[in-house]
């Protein structure tokens, strides 16, 4: 990771890269299709069907606790699988934004209502959403607590927001440290632990905050392929073995380091 410092925050341990890149990082084609086991995704195309699992999972926990399937806004929703999910499951009203004009090209070309852009350069009205989500994504962003406050401000009072992220208080973390997978250069700009993260969406506004440890539903073969970052020979060896068996696809749920986030807008409106 030679030129990639990271600060921490002494109060509320939030991480972040000392010298974050001054021009957008390109989510080009390259960043969904690329060999690199430490950056973008290896194929997002063949990731499609476990994804699919998680974001339904997903979903249906949201809907439990908004207690609605009303407007929903996926930010950095890429090819737009969680809303291809959200609308199978009968969400009223399902948008994205996504600032890879890639992945917009595509999501669009699926009959998806995706924005280009980010939440600040599209024309959102206040009190707008019923649900916002942030999957994989706070991480990208140079100021995240004034997109959180962006967030409060056009989602409905009693709205909820939802959040994935890299935890930098997580097991996995502390074990690898600097060798952590989720160190990434020019990619991830912004860390969370979880006593960070609460702090962040209480400054934003947001209260009954909760936060845990979660999971996605992954393949083996993804797996193997984010493990050549530490060995390549030898998991390149096992990727190649794994993808003449049966098991190559088969979904299971893994813990790899990363917290879910909850929070709500007061439904009496702060201001």
């Known amino acids: ?34 060999e690199n086991p430490k950056g973008g ?7 499609m069907r476990v994804n699919k699992k998680t974001f339904y999972e ?27 999910e959200a609308k199978k499951l009968g969400w009223k009203d399902v948008q994205g934004v996504e600032v890879s004009e890639f992945a917009h090209k595509i999501a669009k070309r699926r009959n ?3 924005r280009s852009g980010d939440i600040f350069k599209n024309p959102f009205h206040k009190d707008s959403f019923d649900v916002i989500l942030y999957q994989d994504v706070i991480e ?10 962006r ?20 097991w996995w973390s502390k074990i690898l440290g600097p060798l952590w997978y989720h160190y990434k250069p020019m ?22 905050i909760s936060i845990q440890a979660t999971y996605h539903v992954l393949s083996l073969e993804y797996i193997l392929n984010r493990l050549k ?22 979904p299971f749920n893994a813990y790899i380091g990363e917290l879910e986030a909850w929070g709500q807008k007061p439904k009496r409106n702060k201001g």
């Open 58 to 84: 997903r979903l249906k926990k949201i809907e439990k606790k908004l207690g609605n399937k009303g407007k929903l806004l996926d930010v950095g929703c890429a090819l737009g699988d969680c809303l291809v």
């Open 1 to 34: 990771m030679s030129g990639y410092r990271l600060a921490r925050c002494s109060s509320c341990a939030m991480v972040w890269d000392y010298n974050p890149p001054t021009n957008a990082y390109l989510y080009d084609e390259n960043y969904f299709i690329n």
């Open 229 to 250: 970052f530490y060995a390549p020979t030898f998991f390149e060896f096992l990727l190649k073995i794994s993808r003449k068996t049966p098991f190559r696809d088969v």
């Open 151 to 170: 967030v409060y401000q056009i989602l409905k009072p009693g709205g909820i927001i939802f959040l994935v992220t890299p935890d930098t208080g997580g």
């Open 112 to 114: 998806l209502n995706v």
């Open 41 to 47: 995704y290896a194929n997002y195309y063949e990731g």
């Open 140 to 149: 990208h962003i140079v100021d995240p607590v004034g997109e959180l406050k």
């Open 187 to 208: 990619e991830h700009i912004s860390y969370f632990s979880k006593k960070s993260m609460i702090l962040a969406l209480q400054k934003s506004g947001f209260d009954n």
